[in-house]
């Protein structure tokens, strides 16, 4: 498929004419045809000219998808870090951003914020002591510190791409409830 149309200058002379004496039949009311009226002189020389023709601009919107996570240790240490200051700051919302597709299925973001927002013993300073990768590069086990002294394991699985917080299964019973339930579950 050639990108390009050719028009020569003769031709366009004859557009020009046909163009011109349209107009002129129209305000003075005259129905001759333009073309018989307009040709072009053969003394004139033929030069092309080019005009491009370019494909339709698509419609649909410019989609950017964020970069993914490294599928590396330090990938697993950074997403552990977001995690770390999402807590400290108490940004719930963002935290549940961090959760693995079976965590968001079994809470909702307004429900996983509010019982959040509502339970002191999750507003804790926790430690993160190490974190380690599997062969496969696809679990990070988190070892961690609660602020009076427990130390408990949670895992990091890498999903589509990023890292993401799998709650365990003690975390999954309180949130498979309601929020009300979950606050009572979890003494709150």
């Known amino acids: 498929m050639n990108a390009c149309r050719s028009i020569t200058s003769a031709g366009m002379a004859v557009a020009l004419a046909t163009v011109m004496a349209g ?3 129209c305000t003075s009311g005259a129905s001759a045809h333009p073309a018989a009226q307009a040709t072009p002189s053969s003394a004139q020389p033929a030069t092309t000219a080019v005009i491009p023709s370019f494909p339709p601009i698509s419609q649909t919107p410019l989609v950017t998808t964020p970069p993914h996570d490294p599928q590396t240790y330090e990938g697993a240490q950074a997403a552990v870090r977001k995690i770390e200051s999402y807590t400290a700051h108490h940004n719930w919302a ?3 951003e961090m959760l693995t597709k079976t965590g968001k299925e ?19 300073k926790e430690q ?4 380690s990768l599997n062969d496969a590069k696809t679990v990070a086990s988190v070892d961690t510190q609660a602020g009076d002294g427990t130390e408990y394991t949670w895992n990091l699985v890498y999903e589509d791409g990023f890292w993401k917080h799998q709650p365990s ?19 709150c």
């Open 94 to 96: 963002a935290d549940w």
């Open 169 to 187: 299964s003690d975390a999954m019973k309180w949130m498979t409830l309601s929020r009300t339930k979950a606050l009572r579950y979890l003494d």
């Open 128 to 131: 993160f002591l190490s974190v």
């Open 106 to 124: 079994a809470m909702t973001k307004a429900d996983y914020v509010y019982v959040f927002s509502h339970c002191a013993a999750f507003v804790t």
């Open 23 to 25: 107009l002129a039949a």
